[in-house]
């Protein structure tokens, strides 16, 4: 894709937009339902450190995360396309993949055992990820800083929940 705004196709990028956001928020539904599955008694059987945020600040922080990562996609697209920017699309791809593999485990199957195992990878993934975008657009790398943060803060509750509850 050329990157000279002038040559723009202003419908092409709106559908692409719209592309990166649906594909980040259809992991976000999937995910969401795999969290619904551990939701109740048994989530709220576990032990939890006092500074466990409530349910609906990490619903709404992972909607601000979600729609982040969707608009640092799009800008590496808008940058390189898909042939230029193949390598930082597609770790992408598998952040998100590894994403959505988390409530699966920790919620889904209730292995916080696993579940924590696998955030180590998702934030391996996020940095690979963010490496990859700032050598495309440092604008879109910057957006994944609060991302990798987040899943930082929550692999540390992860680990806190798992070893509470052996």
Known sequence: MDAN???????????????????????????GYWTSLGLGPWYDGLRKPPWTPPGGVIGSVWTVLYTLMAVAAWLVWRRGGLA??????????AQLALNLAWPALFFAMRRPD?????ILLLWAAILA??????????????????????????????????RLNP
Do not use: M
């Open 5 to 31: 705004p002038a040559r723009r196709n202003p419908a092409r990028d709106l559908g692409a937009l719209v592309i990166s956001l649906a594909l980040c928020f259809a992991v976000a539904g999937l995910g």
């Open 84 to 93: 230029g920017a193949r390598l930082p699309l597609s770790l992408h791809g």
């Open 114 to 118: 696993l579940a924590f195992a696998e």
């Open 129 to 162: 990820t963010l490496v990859a975008f700032v050598r495309v657009s440092r604008p879109a790398a910057s957006l994944l800083v609060p991302y990798l943060a987040w899943v930082s803060f929550a692999a540390t509750l992860n680990y806190a929940l798992w």
